[in-house]
Every structure is written in C-alpha cells, then in structure tokens.
C-alpha cells in the first residue's frame, strides 16, 4: 500500500527565507506527484503537477522536484512571504486513480 | 469558468442519522473524486465517478455511498453516521481523457458528529 510522508511537519521561517519540504513515498509505480496548498478549514489549491516522466516543474517562486527512482520530491519556496502560511500537501496518483496525500507540512512565515 | 462548488458549507449530525452531501463540477469535468479529511490529517480517497459509473473506491465502508448525475455533479450519503466520521469531505473535479488531469477540488463540507 502507498504512504507518503511529509517532512517537516511544521516549519517557521523569517520573511524572505529561502526553504524546503520534503515529501517521501514508498511505491515508485506513480503516475504523477502534486503538490497543494491548504488554507486553515478551506479546499485545496493546486500547486504543481509533475508527471512521472518530468524532473521537475517551476511555478513562480515555487519549483518542485520528482525522483520516483528514489521515492522523494521536494518543494522549494523562494523568498518567502507571510502570504505563503498555510499547509503544504504532497500527493502521488497511482493506477488505482486516486490521489495518496501525506499529513502535510504546515508553514508559517513571519514578517 | 465556473469552479467547483460544494453544499453545505457546514453541518452538524447525531450519531445514527444520515446525511447527504453535494459537489458540483467544474465546468466540462466527467469525473468527481470524494476525499474525507480528519482533522490533522491528509485527505484520504472514498470514491471516484465516472460518467456516472463509481470507478475505484478507497477503504470506506458501504454506508458511505455516492451518486453522480448526468450533468455530473454529484452526492456522497453517509449513512449510520459515527462519531469518527466527522471531518471535512472535499470533492475534487478531473476531466479525464488518456491519462490523469488535474484534480480540483471544492472548498469542502465540514461535518460534525455529536
């Protein structure tokens, strides 16, 4: 069965801090890894999508990382902003058609 | 573009009675996926719709049972509802062609059992 685990589970950082989280899964048979954002009581956001053929996808200041081989993807933030606070969930799509998340890194970023 | 949306917003059951939850897709979606997510937790996967077909079901008992309609929104019933299933339900909307799209999702239902 897959698990996907995400670490930190939370993580407090200076405004315009540069970080990174860390997302770990045990069966590399995946079609894709998505990262998603969620606000406290609110739905999730899409982040990025890698596919797994890619190595990695870039959106503004996020850039996502994908080594299925190894079972790790990483987000990295740049130049964080207290805009950025929320929590961070990592989710791998296997043949079985759903999405596998982790429990989420939460981030706070303090001006 | 119309986003997905989901009602109620909020709902407060006793343990015993039923409920039924709703989601309408984005617009020119054919899929919808429900997920329940526990406090603290990462959503995990109930069940997907296909054109109205349930296609993949995650480790929920039969009381959490589903419909999806030809306009493709669509309904997750819980029945015989337990204290532990509070929590919110998120619906999550794909158009799915050769291979797996993006998954959105709605702002979710959160349930409270007493």
């Known amino acids: 069965k897959q698990e996907v685990t995400q670490i930190p589970a939370a993580l407090s950082v200076p405004e315009g801090e540069n970080l990174v989280l860390n997302c770990s899964f045990t069966?590399?048979?995946?079609?894709?890894l998505q990262w998603f954002r969620q606000d406290p009581g609110k739905g999730l956001t899409s982040l990025l999508l890698?596919?797994?053929?890619?190595r990695e996808q870039t959106s503004g200041r996020l850039n996502a990382s994908l080594d299925k081989s190894s079972g790790r993807s990483t987000l990295y933030i740049a130049a964080s902003q207290p805009g950025d606070s929320a929590t961070y969930l990592c989710?791998?799509?296997?043949?079985?058609?759903?999405?596998?998340f982790g429990t989420g890194t939460r981030l706070t970023v303090i001006p | 573009e119309t986003g997905v949306t989901q009602s109620p917003t909020h709902l407060i059951k006793t343990r015993g009675q039923q409920v039924t939850l709703r989601c309408s897709s984005q617009?020119?979606?054919?899929?919808v996926s429900w997920y329940q997510q526990a406090l603290g937790q990462g959503p995990q996967f109930i069940f997907q719709?296909?054109?109205?077909?349930?296609?993949g079901r995650g480790n929920f008992p039969p009381r959490f049972s589903g419909l999806q309609f030809p306009n493709y929104s669509s309904e997750l019933n819980v029945n015989a509802l337990e204290l532990d299933d509070s929590a919110l339900y998120l619906c999550?909307?794909?158009?799915?062609?050769?291979?797996?799209?993006?998954?959105?999702f709605g702002p979710g239902t959160r349930l409270l059992v007493l």
């Open positions: 999550a909307s794909s158009l799915a062609t050769s291979g797996w799209e993006t998954q959105y």
């Open positions: 617009s020119g979606h054919n899929t």
């Open positions: 989710a791998v799509q296997t043949g079985a058609n759903n999405l596998f």
């Open positions: 069966d590399s048979a995946i079609y894709n």
């Open positions: 719709y296909y054109r109205e077909e349930e296609n």
């Open positions: 890698i596919q797994s053929s890619q």
